[in-house]
């Protein structure tokens, strides 16, 4: 059987598992119409395992200092994968998310490939694809080259046949920093990196404590990407400053209905950091970095959060913090787990969630010629000490917020997703207004 080296830092991630919070990214596709399980296994089976993660186990060799290989799986049977069920009644949102709350409580069979996939029928008037995988196999970056090769873009009313979606082109990036360039950058951001560890760790709260083995999961109501971009426009605040600005608005919320006096707390979020190069575009792995961006849950005003969100934003995009932190998990990824999940409860008692903010398909898609029509995935919330992910996904124009939580800590996720739509639809509304007052 063949064997090939595992990346240090894709090593790192598959030791990050705490013994209740796996790294483990589910994602969700729905359907108005139902699926065809056949066609859909065809689909995978001729397009997923173009990628050789999807055919390959991981194997660990050696005591005191393992290293990871990915290995052919002998005799690969796409069969154990994939499985086909029925979404019982009353086969409603509520219903489904009950479902994922099981399936994203489970680990994944070490002794095979690590990524499984379950077609559900009678999901309202449709199907749902959920598809697990653990975070060692890829990053969010890696898993749009992925997703682009299953679906296919949505045909025009000129009956033009359907054709997978190629990955946009990677930015030219002419003038990258050579290996002194970037050990300078390793530098700069160990110090920032220093300045988070002097920080008190995040307070007790709702999203930290002992873990059970269960989870949580809720979504929001899609709201309109053009009307985010409204939201912000006035003031030059991104897309992903407004929403964050409303998530956080969203916790504050949560927060304060648990008695937690929000004006003496903190609120820090791990948020990935895409740091792959262009030529490594298209590839499988993780790839990318992470900065610690306190979140202004103190701020009662939308309009001074969303400036105050935009203003720390803006500094952690100048940050070298990123590159030093994805240079301790190629360091990390060297060593022992031990040393692994030391360094992970130093750095996860300075934040409590992960958050991450996902660009999808603009067009509308097809999964084995049926159109989805939405998408969504849970970003994982790794180790010992972060207690909550929070997921944003665009796709065709509409945007969807997705926690996944604990189940004992937070048994009501839905809580905060409907915040989250409250908190747009405040900002929107003042929008307007401010609008009418002009006219």
């Avoid at 262009?278 to 993780?286: H, S």
Wanted: aromatic share 6%; proline share 8%; net charge positive.
């Amino acid at each position: 059987m063949a064997s090939y080296p595992m990346s240090a830092v894709d090593a790192a991630w598959y030791h990050i598992d705490g013994p209740a919070n796996l790294a483990i990214v589910t994602g969700i596709a729905l359907t108005k119409q139902p699926l065809d399980f056949g066609k859909v296994s065809r689909v995978f089976e001729s397009r997923l395992l173009e990628f050789e993660r999807f055919r390959q186990r991981v194997v660990e060799r050696g005591l005191a200092i393992p290293t990871l290989e990915w290995q052919d799986m002998p005799d690969f049977d796409i069969g154990p994968h994939l499985r086909h069920i029925a979404l019982p009644s009353p086969r409603d949102e509520k219903t489904l998310m009950a479902l994922v709350n099981d399936l994203a409580s489970l680990p994944l069979d070490r002794s095979r490939p690590l990524w499984q996939i379950h077609i559900v029928d009678g999901v309202m008037e449709g199907s749902a694809m959920i598809f697990r995988y653990h975070h060692c196999i890829g990053d969010g970056t890696a898993m749009k080259t992925v997703t682009a090769r299953l679906f296919d873009i949505k045909a025009a009313k000129t009956r033009r046949p359907t054709h997978p979606i190629n990955p946009p082109p990677p930015p030219n990036r002419m003038n990258e920093p050579g290996l002194l360039g970037q050990a300078g950058l390793v530098v700069k951001g160990a110090g920032a990196l220093l300045l988070e560890l002097v920080k008190w760790p995040d307070p007790p709260s709702p999203f930290k404590g002992e873990f059970s083995l269960g989870k949580k999961v809720a979504w929001s109501k899609a709201v309109s990407l053009d009307q985010v971009k409204a939201i912000g426009a006035p003031t030059g605040a991104k897309v992903n400053d407004v929403l964050v600005s409303v998530a956080t608005g969203a916790l504050r919320n949560y927060l304060m209905q648990r008695g937690i006096n929000v004006q003496l707390s903190t609120l820090r979020a791990m948020v990935p950091v895409d740091l792959r190069a262009p030529k490594n575009q298209g590839e499988l792995g993780n790839d990318f970095g992470l900065v610690i961006l306190e979140l202004p849950v103190e701020v009662a005003s939308a309009t001074k959060r969303l400036a105050l969100t935009k203003a720390r934003m803006d500094a952690l995009k100048c940050s070298t913090e990123a590159i030093a932190m994805q240079f301790l998990f190629d360091l990390f990824g060297r060593g022992p787990k031990l040393l692994e999940d030391l360094a992970n409860q130093v750095f996860g008692s300075k934040a409590s969630l992960v958050l991450t903010n996902v660009a999808g398909p603009n067009q509308p898609v097809l999964l084995a010629g049926v159109p989805v029509d939405r998408l969504m995935f849970c970003v994982p919330y790794p180790g010992v000490q972060l207690g909550l992910g929070l997921s944003i996904l665009s796709y065709q124009g509409m945007v969807t917020m997705t926690v996944i939580t604990d189940a004992r800590l937070v048994p009501d996720p839905e809580k905060i997703t409907k915040q989250f739509n409250r908190q747009f639809a405040a900002m929107s509304k003042s929008l307007s207004s401010r609008k009418a007052d002009r006219h």
